[in-house]
């Protein structure tokens, strides 16, 4: 079987890709541990939203690559945006289901529940199953040229709750979902409606959420990247099974 041929430049250039997202990750873990400052009001809880902001932030990125790709995909009608697409969508899922959790684990301590109706929760969860339902389309649809049709516009159209996610924080009122950032280290509410907001006087706290976002968005695209490439090679297996079945 003939491998996919990939240029040494571009395999070198993933190579060192890896190696940086595996740097970035663990310098954001040191500094989510012992760099940044300690929450006045929320305590060691609060540094997992390190790892809640970043991954969210990896997420965003990887949909917005799969809206790049399905643009694309439907302006060429190249199988290859389709499989860019596709990579977008495994990898930011998993990121989605880690912001979740992530977020559930911060809420306990914070809220004194798991989960509780808001409209960031609410919409994190639409988001979520905007996208399952992405892989299951295309699972559905037997036909190539069909299916990458298909995923690119809903791809494209599923961005909608990734824009409203981001924003609904700061257009809705009655939501007690923090910002990431904000002017002063207080806790907005009382008891179950405590939201527990971030400071920009600590600059500390700032820097890590800087440095943890672009981690993780450098993370994903590395993993989309050999998701790519697992793809290519899968379709090569595939191409080799039709000749050699023909061949019988």
């Keep these: 079987m003939n491998l996919p041929a990939y240029l040494p430049a571009r395999t070198n250039l993933l190579r060192g890709l890896t190696i940086l997202a595996v740097v970035l990750m663990t310098i954001t873990f040191a500094m989510a541990l012992f760099y940044a400052g300690t929450d006045a009001t929320q305590g060691n809880v609060q540094r997992i939203?390190?790892?809640?902001?970043?991954?969210?932030?990896?997420?965003?990125?990887?949909?917005?690559v799969t809206v790049v790709a399905g643009i694309m995909y439907l302006i060429t009608r190249k199988m290859a945006w389709d499989r860019v697409a596709l990579a977008g969508v495994e990898v930011g899922l998993p990121l989605a289901t880690i912001t979740l959790v992530t977020g559930a684990i911060w809420a306990r301590p914070t809220w004194n529940t798991w989960w509780?109706?808001?409209?960031?929760l609410d919409a994190m969860i639409v988001l979520w199953a905007i996208y399952a339902a992405y892989l299951t389309l295309r699972a559905t649809i037997s036909s190539p040229e069909q299916r990458a049709r298909f995923a690119a516009v809903y791809g494209i159209l599923a961005f909608v709750s990734v824009i409203y996610t981001t924003i609904v924080i700061r257009i809705r009122p009655d939501t007690l979902h923090p910002l990431?950032?904000?002017?002063?280290?207080?806790t907005t509410g009382v008891g179950d409606n405590a939201k527990g907001e971030f400071s920009t006087t600590d600059r500390r706290i700032t820097?890590?959420?800087?440095?943890?976002?672009?981690?993780?968005?450098?993370?994903?695209?590395?993993?989309?990247?050999?998701?790519?490439?697992?793809?290519?090679l899968s379709e090569r297996v595939q191409a080799l099974k039709l000749r050699l079945t023909a061949n019988e």
């Design 49 to 64: 939203f390190y790892m809640h902001v970043g991954a969210f932030s990896a997420a965003a990125t990887a949909f917005f």
């Design 116 to 120: 509780t109706r808001d409209p960031r």
């Design 180 to 186: 990431a950032i904000a002017p002063n280290v207080a």
């Design 207 to 232: 820097i890590t959420l800087g440095v943890s976002s672009i981690s993780w968005i450098v993370a994903a695209i590395t993993l989309m990247w050999y998701r790519v490439r697992i793809e290519n």
